[in-house]
């Protein structure tokens, strides 16, 4: 699905028959562009990673539940360490 067809399903919903031109689509794209990628501190992430192992250990899909937490310790050594030894504790204590 494009964007045009994303936009026109979005009008149909809201009952909204007229066609979006191009020019509305292009502001629209540039409105998007601008928004600022959301991003988790290292603190932030601290605080709810133990929620993230946990749902991970008990098979949750904590990845898809909680993906900005996913893409933080993608890029994030420290909170990544972090994140392991938490998985390992729990794993060889047998909490789960």
């Not at 601008?34 to 929620?51: G, H, N, R, S, Y």
């Amino acid at each position: 699905m494009n964007i045009r067809d994303l936009i026109k399903r979005i009008r149909t919903g809201l009952g909204l028959r007229q066609e979006t031109s191009d020019e509305a689509l292009l502001g629209f794209l540039r409105v998007l562009e601008e928004v600022p990628a959301e991003e988790l501190t290292c603190d932030e992430i601290f605080i709810k990673l133990d929620e993230y192992v946990e749902r991970e250990v008990d098979q949750r899909d904590a990845a898809r539940i909680m993906p900005l937490i996913r893409e933080h310790l993608d890029v994030c050594p420290e909170c990544c360490e972090e994140y392991e030894t938490l998985l390992r504790v729990i794993e060889e204590s047998g909490e789960k």
